[in-house]
């Protein structure tokens, strides 16, 4: 791998290290706040909803200078939001701050996936995307257990009791000191963020209008959902990721009601399947090539049908084998797509643009998705019939998919066949 690759992970670690464990203090301030309960997930919204709000120009920025300087721009958002977090006294300060450290995570995706395609050569994309995703699942792991550190009354006792001579921080509780510390590994990330590389692409924009960038953004969405192995894999990375943000959800409901496990227990489960989509993504890196990856389809179907299977579990390390297992085949089977979705956008559009088509449709599906998982909680459907929708989904989506790429291989080789009598 290149030097810079790894100047890469180091800022996406710690800068995804952050994201997560902010989300946790978020809560933990709103509490603080007496906000009302429902205000907890509109944390989760306001994140998501500018991924999808800014797809049209986001790609555009990410696309118009180089990738870690798009990079450092982003991280110095996300801790103006930590400022602003810090300032906050109402919970709806506290709302619009968190959902300025949205918008700096949505500028930052299109640029840290994009410059994987500028600077590795396609045959080394499946392994980087399966080094990025484990280490973005880790970061997952940790952040959400530092978020909770953070938070811990012993642990912000000792943060409190650090004395700078001379300087006076302002930070009085345990919630300010913890946003400080994020805010502190937010700026380590924004270091690492000046040493990436500049990969020599030429970054200019014919236009800036904005009305021209929504024009072209449609443009660009059609143009992946129309070719061939761009749409397969575009589908593919939309399911997982609105089912993933959805699986979270039941894990938790799921260990209350067959396990009878309170909250904090069932949030250990959630990094058991995160450690199994690092185990899955790590061995797609090693085993399937970019000229393989559609092959792995068929591991989303059999994802579907080990989800089923999780009504019939009542032993905790049954469970935890088939959480591994779920998150195992949602790492090998999505980490090969999501390599090759890059590959073909990057060709058709630039890297930035494909990013953000990409996060428009997943993060889309993510919202469209929890809304639905919501309504059916709503309406009081039990746990274990939500469980087999779930699943029997996601199979026969993914089912619907295989079917659609063998469409679209005997209509390309139909094609191939009449071109070829034509010549003769």
């Not at 410059?115 to 484990?134: D, M, R, S």
């Not at 989800?307 to 009542?314: A, D, F, K, Q, Y």
């Not at 980490?335 to 428009?360: E, K």
């Not at 809304?371 to 779930?390: P, S």
Request: aromatic share 10%.
């Amino acid at each position: 791998m290149e030097r810079g690759f790894y100047t890469i992970m180091a800022a996406q670690f710690f800068s995804s290290l952050a994201d997560n464990a902010l989300l946790v203090v978020a809560i933990a301030l709103l509490i603080d706040l007496q906000a009302p309960a429902h205000l907890t997930p509109i944390l989760k919204f306001v994140f998501v909803l500018f991924y999808v709000i800014l797809a049209p120009f986001v790609g555009a920025f990410a696309d118009s200078m180089a990738k870690g300087r798009v990079m450092f721009i982003s991280n110095t958002i996300k801790i103006s939001g930590c400022c602003l977090l810090f300032l906050a006294t109402h919970q709806y300060f506290a709302l619009t701050a968190y959902a300025v450290v949205g918008l700096g995570a949505a500028a930052y995706s299109p640029a840290k996936y994009g410059i994987l395609t500028e600077l590795l050569p396609p045959e080394k994309l499946v392994i980087a995307n399966g080094w990025i995703e484990g280490l973005t699942v880790a970061s997952i792991v940790l952040g959400t257990v530092l978020g909770g550190i953070l938070i811990t009354p012993a642990i912000t006792e000792i943060l409190l009791s650090v004395d700078f001579p001379v300087i006076d921080t302002g930070i009085d509780n345990a919630l300010e000191s913890g946003i400080l510390l994020i805010a502190a590994i937010y700026t380590v990330a924004a270091i690492f963020n000046l040493y990436i590389p500049n990969t020599g692409v030429d970054h200019h924009i014919p236009k800036k209008d904005p009305f021209f960038l929504i024009h072209e953004f449609g443009h660009c969405v059609k143009l992946l959902w129309r070719d061939k192995l761009g749409q397969i894999s575009l589908a593919v990375t939309t399911l997982f990721w609105g089912a993933g943000a959805t699986l979270q959800f039941i894990v938790l409901k799921w260990a209350e009601t067959a396990l009878d496990y309170p909250l904090n227990k069932a949030a250990q489960l959630q990094g058991v399947v995160a450690l199994g989509i690092a185990v899955g993504a790590v061995l797609a890196a090693r085993w399937i090539s970019l000229r393989q990856s559609v092959k792995v389809i068929p591991l989303g179907i059999a994802m579907g049908v080990v989800v089923m299977i999780m009504v019939l579990v009542r032993d905790l390390w049954i469970a935890i084998i088939l959480l591994m297992l779920i998150g195992g085949l949602a790492g090998f089977f999505v980490v090969p797509m999501n390599a090759l979705l890059q590959h073909r956008g990057y060709i058709l559009m630039g890297a930035g643009h494909s990013i953000a088509v990409q996060n428009f449709n997943e993060n889309l599906s993510i919202l469209v998705m929890l809304l639905i998982y919501a309504a059916l909680i709503w309406f009081e459907v039990h746990i274990y019939t939500v469980i087999i929708a779930f699943g029997a989904f996601v199979s026969i989506a993914m089912m619907l998919i295989r079917k659609w790429h063998s469409f679209n291989q005997s209509r390309q080789d139909s094609l191939h066949l009449i071109g070829k009598r034509k010549i003769h």
